[in-house]
């Protein structure tokens, strides 16, 4: 009953350093799709010609900071301009005013003032490009505020590490109070250390192991539950993210546990008789 307890508070206790670490995850590939949704317009020449433009594609298409592309015609910029505005500037000016473009979604590691200032000046070098366009207050606050919550994400994660560290160090530490008149004796007889640690040691293992497994579990029950209410959540959560939680809340269970049956066994084996009264 007692290593039950145990590991039902072991195993809380990783449910939600599990949680904390997937909501880290999840945010880090919110802030990612964000940053991709973002859009540098590149508009082109009014002499560019069509073999001009596939080749300007192709040469756009194979730098590492562009994610994906899209060409947007005249007639097609027109045609959305008419649809948000509901008037056709063509007809009083008598000509398209509209310059063929195209719309650039940039790679999150990308999708910020420095580095699309450079790939900004790089882009304008090229004769077929007379203007690159992006919303660079936009992406000034979006950086900003994905900043300020990565660091409260991580001062949180950090708190809790620390608590699930006291925690599941206590409640191991407590569990083998009870035992310590048993080492004792065992040292008495003449025991190694290492032969006392063993089965302290492979109960540990088996703590861990075991509440990481349940952790798991549990954890995986709630991401399908998430998943079941909304599916659209599937576009940030991916197979690799439950897999990086999962190996993490396991591994962060056995170290604990291991970790503080060996410092906890040890204190009792360093320990005076008269000190364990």
Same mark, same amino acid.
């Given at each position: 009953?007692?290593?039950?307890?145990?590991?039902?508070?072991?195993?809380?206790?990783?449910? #939600?350093?599990?949680?904390?670490?997937?909501?880290?995850?999840?945010?880090?590939?919110?802030?990612?799709?964000? $940053?991709?949704?973002?859009?540098?317009?590149?508009?082109?020449?009014?002499?560019?010609?069509?073999?001009?433009?596939?080749?300007?594609?192709?040469?756009?298409?194979?730098? &590492?900071?562009?994610?994906?592309?899209?060409?947007?015609?005249?007639?097609?910029?027109?045609?959305?301009?008419?649809?948000?505005?509901?008037?056709?500037?063509?007809?009083?000016?008598? /000509?398209?005013?509209?310059?063929?473009?195209?719309?650039?979604r940039m790679d999150a590691s990308y999708a910020n003032s420095d580095s699309l200032a450079q790939v900004t000046a790089q882009l304008?070098?090229?004769?077929?490009?007379?203007?690159?366009?992006?919303?660079?207050d936009l992406v000034d606050a979006v950086n900003e505020n994905l900043r300020h919550v990565s660091y409260v994400l991580l001062v949180?994660?950090? #708190?809790?590490?620390?608590?699930?560290?006291?925690?599941?160090?206590?409640?191991?530490?407590?569990?083998?109070?009870?035992?310590?008149?048993?080492?004792?004796? !065992? $040292?008495?007889?003449?025991?190694?250390?290492?032969?006392?640690?063993?089965?302290?040691?492979?109960?540990?293992?088996?703590?861990?192991?075991?509440?990481?497994?349940? /952790?798991?579990?549990?954890?995986?029950?709630?991401?399908?539950?998430?998943?079941?209410?909304?599916?659209?959540?599937?576009?940030?959560?991916? &197979?690799?993210? #439950?897999? /990086?939680?999962?190996?993490?809340?396991?591994?962060?269970?056995?170290?604990?546990?291991?970790?503080?049956?060996?410092?906890?066994?040890?204190?009792?084996?360093? !320990?005076? /008789?008269?000190?364990?009264?």
């Open positions: 009953m007692q290593w039950f307890t145990t590991g039902v508070s072991t195993t809380l206790v990783l449910i #939600l350093l599990g949680l904390v670490s997937f909501f880290i995850l999840f945010a880090r590939q919110l802030s990612d799709s964000v $940053k991709e949704n973002l859009t540098v317009t590149v508009l082109l020449d009014e002499e560019a010609g069509a073999v001009e433009v596939g080749r300007l594609r192709k040469s756009l298409d194979q730098l &590492p900071c562009v994610r994906a592309l899209d060409y947007v015609s005249k007639e097609e910029a027109l045609r959305e301009q008419v649809e948000a505005m509901g008037s056709d500037p063509s007809e009083f000016l008598g /000509a398209n005013p509209f310059a063929a473009s195209f719309e650039l304008k070098r090229n004769p077929l490009v007379s203007d690159v366009v992006y919303q660079k949180l994660a950090v #708190l809790l590490a620390l608590v699930s560290f006291a925690l599941i160090s206590n409640t191991v530490r407590l569990s083998i109070y009870s035992s310590r008149f048993l080492i004792r004796t !065992m $040292k008495l007889v003449g025991a190694s250390w290492a032969f006392i640690r063993r089965p302290f040691m492979v109960r540990g293992f088996n703590l861990g192991f075991m509440s990481g497994l349940l /952790a798991d579990g549990l954890l995986a029950g709630g991401v399908y539950a998430l998943l079941y209410y909304d599916p659209s959540l599937s576009e940030y959560i991916h &197979p690799d993210m #439950l897999v /990086a939680v999962g190996v993490a809340v396991l591994a962060f269970g056995l170290l604990l546990t291991l970790g503080c049956t060996y410092f906890s066994v040890g204190k009792y084996l360093r !320990m005076k /008789a008269g000190d364990l009264y």
